[in-house]
């Protein structure tokens, strides 16, 4: 939609607007840093196409402490974060958009519950805003046998078959290591990815396929456009409540 020109974009008039959000950050010894943004940039276009949607081009850049340690990951602050989306989120507002979808492509953005709670409280029914957390997604990719293995928070089967479907020249497969951590994942708090995974790799990403990735991206577009539909359908039932729509 962004490969539109203006006048077009508005005879189509679109009221659903479409924001992927990814991240640059290291990933392993074997994938890009440019890995969440990729998979932002691909998955977010096909969001967009199934439900006629002005999408935004991914934001390349979020937070994501939990992974520093090597050079060649960038963050902001998360009130920034919080800032920002809001700034772009309101801007569409003005401009007659009344439901925006962000498509989260990287797991570390913990701002993004009181960024999309807040947005909600205060302009529900007028603009709606849901998410679709890709991580949210391995259970079900596990559960219908397109992941073989449901133990990847970063840079393992599903990040490194995706990306081996979207930009093959990028990936390092006789760099590919498996490692899965004996600490929950509550621990980034308490220290960097290396602290538990040495090669900055949580998950089996050995077991990465071109043919896996395509199967991860289709599937992973119908669960965000069911995520964000529903959200959608629940926020537009609601009735108004003494003083508040939310
Ligand atoms: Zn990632």
Redesign the pocket.
């Known amino acids: 939609m962004f490969t539109r020109t203006a006048d077009e974009i508005m005879a189509l008039d679109p009221e659903l607007a479409i924001i992927p959000v990814g991240?640059i950050?290291q990933?392993g010894p074997h994938l890009p840093i440019m890995?969440?943004w990729a998979?932002a940039t691909e998955l977010g276009r096909r969001v967009a196409e199934k439900m006629h949607a002005f999408q935004l081009p991914a934001l390349p850049v979020s937070t994501n402490r939990e992974q520093m340690g090597k050079k060649g990951t960038v963050w902001m602050e998360p009130t920034t974060f919080y800032q920002m989306m809001t700034d772009i989120i309101l801007c569409l507002k003005l401009q007659g958009f009344k439901r925006v979808g962000i498509v989260q492509?990287?797991?570390g953005i913990f701002i993004m519950t009181p960024l999309i709670r807040d947005l909600n409280a205060r302009h529900n029914p007028d603009l709606m805003v849901a998410v679709a957390d890709t991580c949210a997604f391995n259970e079900t990719l596990y559960r219908e046998g397109i992941l073989e293995a449901n133990t990847e928070l970063?840079?393992g089967e599903g990040?490194t078959s995706e990306m081996l479907a979207i930009a093959p020249e990028t990936v390092h497969m006789d760099r590919a290591v498996d490692f899965v951590p004996a600490v929950p994942r509550p621990y980034l708090s308490y220290g960097s990815i290396f602290r538990c995974c040495p090669d900055g790799v949580w998950g089996e990403a050995t077991r990465g396929t071109a043919e896996k990735g395509e199967r991860i991206l289709a599937r992973s577009a119908e669960l965000a456009v069911d995520a964000l539909n529903r959200a959608f359908d629940y926020m537009a039932a609601k009735e108004k409540m003494n003083y508040s729509n939310f």
């Open positions: 991240s950050e990933h890995t969440d998979i492509c990287h797991g970063h840079a990040e």
